[in-house]
């Protein structure tokens, strides 16, 4: 559609107008409670009182050095990349090669087990979070960074099978045919034809997968106990009970842990954007 | 092909054996067998250590129905939902409507409203508790600029539910306008090129036209409102952790308010039972009665 | 290159024997203190105890009072828990005795334990057989600022009986002025009203007939006039706006900040409301006061009972030996005769709350000592679910959304469902 078009009517100077005006209206609605918040960590908690939505009259940019200066920033930062990072990884390892038996080989009982996997998207892990716990317990991996990422990984198979397997199903079976033929093994299909060729898809299930388990907050709160490995949003909440009214403080932290957020956001955003919305239509 | 056919049957069946146990044993593991063991935790009155023993049938249903809480947590999730549909649907779709065309800005709008939505929700509650805050936060200015006293929203039971909606909107209703505009881009535009040669006006065509073909996408946006609410958790816990006086509960903060943080394994599993019974209940119907069409 | 190469090389080694050299035996500590002056103190009494106790680290662990009750059911059931974490005693206790994570401390601590106040040790005993040592005791009264209460014309000292300070609260809202604070978001700074007010009108006789089932329990005339009670104050709503909405570190930091005229506090509050307070000073000891919960008429306690705290330090199950050896040493004589020096808190170890720096504190420590039922808790002495709906259902009483009737029957359902 083109929007010359639209604007050529007569009277439509009054829509264009309030559109326009519409649109504002929401990005103040979206954007002050962000932008309070990052110049809200430039403040001093008596200026936060008085002048919550201006710039601040005197930066006070010691409330975000200390942050970043601090080991606890950097800690949780670490933790969370690792656990997010690891459960990409084995996510796509296992989704993958579960999603290549899906697509390319018929054996018997293979719907059933395909529609045993779908279940997973029914209902989300805090239904059974409990016996979870205990079973977690049970394998003497509570406070282990696996303990968080097994179950993640467990929970973001569904979608991910099911978004894998009909991209490879999209790939030509001839291929895999004429490769069968010339003594090519399925191993050897799937490693050094199926994974490069499925590339963007693999970045959209790893995409929507890692921002998932970086934002995950429920289970590691129930598996894990010691600050060394807290991700950042058990952190952040630890922080906040800590300074429970030094809001000056909080927003810096806040705007320092979601900044990492933004800037994968800013990078890859065509992925996020694509897996987060086609992965959820084709869900 | 009779010929060939068999290398490639070991072949295939050493694939499957090495291909898909992993995946299998981790989802049976983790996802499967815990849902099956709250159903039988949940016949147990048991705060988790050791084993199971204490036997007390179907008390715990009773229990999790007679308490008052979790009547208030169910309503609460259908409110939720209410909200999704008539507030953030139509704001979602007029949105999309808007920026589904190129014009300057439109693609960094589009990025503005998403951001939200990939924000994680423990500090989208926080932010939001700062905006909330008597007394350094947003409103608080506000009221303070007009000489009024502001209302603690989080702090009363009559208003913390509305306080806890209108940052569910904020979140949430960048990836519904996603998932619009990308309806909205694939779409023929040959039809309405046509309608508007035709003279329709653009109401007409908007009405008759875009959203009839957009309807498999209002009905997609309108079932993860659905799932979205039943597994509301990490958004309440830093605004209200479900007060006060248990008022802003969802069913997910209410398992693990008084399941989890009790360690009442028995009560808990009993409400994971009866969340996992909904869920799979609305979405075997949901997929039966509205989307049969696709 | 290769130097480079070298050079890392040793990086690591070495980094490898820091990591084993440091400690033989590291001991985790888990408390849940904010006030930074405390903490610096504890700080310095670890780095005494690994001074003397080479081979042996002490890591401190934080967290916040409400973070670490929610996270405890689940923390103690991991292999890697702290060895040494901080307890209330009562009902939650002997739920983590039966739960077996707790470690039997009795031989380690028995002579010694002869020199901590009996009572506070009586609590942290299971069936006889000892698990942690107890480090303070409390008392739950109301601190007032005396600026305010002169502002208002009410004579703290004065206010005696339940009909005194509902008067002192209508005074306050004539005057203007915020009459007490809460930390309601946390509720169990409310539930010290109801269980305050059912001390007072059944006293141990009450509290021990509930127990066992008897008077109706928890659902009995003594309960339910205890939320009457607690319904009359609410109506005047005495609390400061939102105040369902504050922490209790927030409620503390506003008394200090002179933001209300009460606060029905646990003593240690003295010192926490000047960390606390925006100001980091808070309210001077010429500007603090304290009376005791008033009496009501025809309650069947006595005046002198007291509704407070015995806390102290568990020895988790698997800790190493000398877990048990550090909180002896944290609850030595001269670590208790400094703390006390220092006002934090009112000590168990016997004669050392003759160092108690001010007269606030020592007058709480008489209370508690001529009180002849100390009652704790009831969030920690009833278990953990059960002290959970307590609190749910005082914080419901307060928020208007429960009638006395129906929190009492809460209650008692709890109780009765029991676990």
Redesign the interface.
Known sequence: MNSEQDFSETGLDWAAFLKALYLLGVVLFVATPLVATVLGGFKSLGELRTNPFGLPQVWEWKNYADIVLSRRYWQLLQNSLIISSLTVILTLITASMAAFVFAHISFFGRNMLLNYITMGLLFPAATAILPLFIKVRDLGLLDHYLGVILPQVAFSLAMSILLLRRFFKELPEELLEAALVDGCSYLNFFRYVTLPLSRPILATVGTITFVHSWNAYLVPLVMLNSDSQYPWPMGIMIYQGEFSAEWHLILAFITLTLLPTIILFLFAQKHIVAGLTSGAVKG | MLT?RK??DA??????L???P???L??T???????G??AW?SGF??????TPKNWIGWDNYR?VF?N??FGTAFKNNLLIIVVSLLVQLP?AL??AL?L????KGAVM?R?????????????TG???S??Y??????L??IYRHFDA?A??L????DTSMLAILLVIV?KYF??HM??FI?ALQGMD?NL?EAARVDGAS?WQILRHIIIPLLRP?IK?SVF?AI?GS??L??LI??L??G?????SHTM?SF??NF???????GF??AV??I??VI??TF?FSYKRWFMRDE | MTVFRRLLSSAVGLACLAGTAWADTTLKWLHIEVNPNQVKIWEEVARDFEAKNPGVKIEMQFLENEAYKAKAPTLLQSKDRPHIIYSWAGGVLKAQVEAGVLEDITAQVTPYKDQLSAAAVKAFTVDGKIYGLPHTVSQVGFMYNKELFAKAGVDGAKVTTWDDLLDAVKKFKAANVTPIVVGGADKWPLHFYWTHLAVRLGGKAGFDAALKGENGGFEGDVFQKSGEHFKQLVDLQPFQQGFLGYKNPQAVGAFGDGKGAMILAISSFYHTQRALAADKAGLSDDKIGWFNFPTVAGGKGEASDTLGGVNGWLVTKGAPKEAAEFVKFFISDAVQKRLAQGNFLIPTFKGAEAGLGSPFMRNIAQNIAGSKYHQNFYDQDLGPSVGRVVNDATAELAGGTMTPKQAAKAIQDAFKQGN
């Open positions: 060939s290398p490639y072949g295939k069946l050493s694939a499957v090495l291909f898909l992993p995946a299998l981790l989802f593991v983790f996802v499967v067998m815990p849902i063991e709250a935790y009155n048991w705060n988790g250590f050791g229990f007679d008052k809480a704001l007029s949105l808007i589904a065309r190129a014009f709008l990025m503005l409203f998403f951001m939200p939505y990939i924000l994680a929700e423990i500090a926080l932010i939001f700062f905006v805050d008597g007394e350094f936060g947003l608080a200015a006293q209302p603690h989080l702090a009363s039971p904020w960048g990836f996603m998932l990308a535009k309405v653009r996408t997609l993860f799932i039943l597994q958790f990490d816990m830093p209200t952790r007060g006060p006086a248990d008022s997910v398992l693990y399941g989890v943080m009790r360690m009442r394994v808990g599993s994971g039972v969340l996992f869920c799979v979405a």
